[in-house]
C-alpha cells in the first residue's frame, strides 16, 4: 500500500485572508521534514468556538491558540487541530513576529502533537524540533 500524505483545511472564520493553498503545501512540507505519512485536518475557527472546545476537551474556561487532538487508533488518519487565528493575531503582536509565522509555528507544533510531543514535561525537546522544523523551512521565528 503506498504511503500518502494529506492534509485537508476548513476554515470557520469569515473574512480569514490566508491561502488555504499555501499552509497546505506547508503542512505538507512539515510532514515530510519530520518523515510522517498519514492525513491530517486542520481547522481554523472563532475565539469563541476554541473557548468552547478548550472548556468541553480540557477544562479550562479560555480561549487558546491551538488544540490537537490526536486519534491514534484510525489508520492514516493523524489527527485533527484546531487554530484559532485571531489569538494566534494576538501572539504574532505580543512576539513581535508576522501573523504567516505565527500560524506557521502553530501548524507545526500541532503537528508535533499528533505525533507525541509534549512540550510540559520533555525538557526542551518539542521546542527545539519546533525551532529547527521552523528554520529549515525558512520561517522567521
Do not use: Q, W
Not at 500518502?4 to 503545501?25: A, F, G
Not at 486519534?71 to 494566534?88: M, Q
Not at 493575531?89 to 499528533?114: A, R
Request: proline share 1%; glycine share 4%; net charge positive.
Amino acid at each position: 500500500m503506498e504511503k500518502v500524505r494529506k492534509v485537508e483545511i476548513v476554515s470557520k472564520v469569515k473574512n480569514l485572508k490566508i491561502s488555504k493553498d499555501d499552509y497546505v503545501n506547508f503542512a505538507l512540507d512539515v510532514m515530510e521534514k519530520i518523515k510522517i505519512y498519514g492525513e491530517i485536518s486542520i481547522i481554523f475557527c472563532s475565539e469563541n468556538k476554541i473557548k468552547e472546545i478548550n472548556k468541553k476537551y480540557r477544562n479550562k474556561d479560555s480561549k487558546t491558540d491551538v488544540i490537537s487532538f490526536p486519534y491514534t487508533n484510525s489508520g492514516d488518519f493523524l489527527g485533527e487541530v484546531i487554530i484559532c487565528p485571531k489569538v494566534a493575531e494576538e501572539n504574532s503582536k505580543n512576539y513581535g513576529v508576522t501573523f504567516e509565522s505565527e500560524l506557521k509555528k502553530l501548524v507545526v507544533h500541532s503537528i508535533l502533537h499528533l505525533i507525541g510531543y509534549d512540550h510540559h514535561n520533555d525538557k526542551g525537546k518539542m521546542a527545539r524540533k519546533e525551532k529547527s522544523i521552523l528554520k529549515s523551512l525558512g520561517v522567521m521565528y
